[in-house]
């Protein structure tokens, strides 16, 4: 599976952007979709994923009610809609794909879970 990430950009705070996630090859209506994001001199965090099957959504404390995961499986797409955004969401954001399910819902916020990456997309909010 090849994912390609798209829609970051400069925003200002309290704007919103959404996040695109193409995948090509594979399966993907068997994947379970992840963002994660990682901030200069910051460790990679996890930021929301959806399991596989029972399509569950699970979100990271920092962006819980503020961002949402969706995807479409006709258009081979995932997607994160960022709300209320804050200059600390600065970072740039990756997407990621899993076809491990039923799985506990800690492990979908761990990097190691996803098989698949994407090459990434900046958003920085400005203050």
């Known amino acids: 599976v090849q994912l390609q990430a798209s829609g970051g950009g400069l925003v200002q705070a309290g704007g919103s952007l959404r996040l695109s996630c193409s995948a090509s090859g594979g399966t993907f209506s068997s994947y379970g979709p992840g963002w994660f994001r990682q901030a200069p001199g910051k460790e990679r965090e996890f930021v929301a994923a959806?399991?596989?099957?029972?399509?569950?959504?699970f979100y990271g404390d920092s962006v819980k009610g503020r961002f949402t995961i969706s995807r479409d499986n006709a258009k081979t797409t995932s997607y994160l809609q960022m709300n209320s955004l804050k200059p600390e969401d600065t970072a740039v954001y990756y997407c990621?794909?899993?076809?491990?399910?039923?799985?506990?819902?800690?492990?979908?916020?761990?990097?190691?879970?996803?098989?698949?990456w994407g090459q990434g997309t900046l958003v920085t909010v400005s203050s």
């Open positions: 959806m399991r596989p099957g029972d399509r569950n959504t």
């Open positions: 990621a794909a899993t076809a491990m399910g039923n799985k506990i819902s800690s492990a979908y916020r761990h990097s190691s879970t996803y098989s698949y």
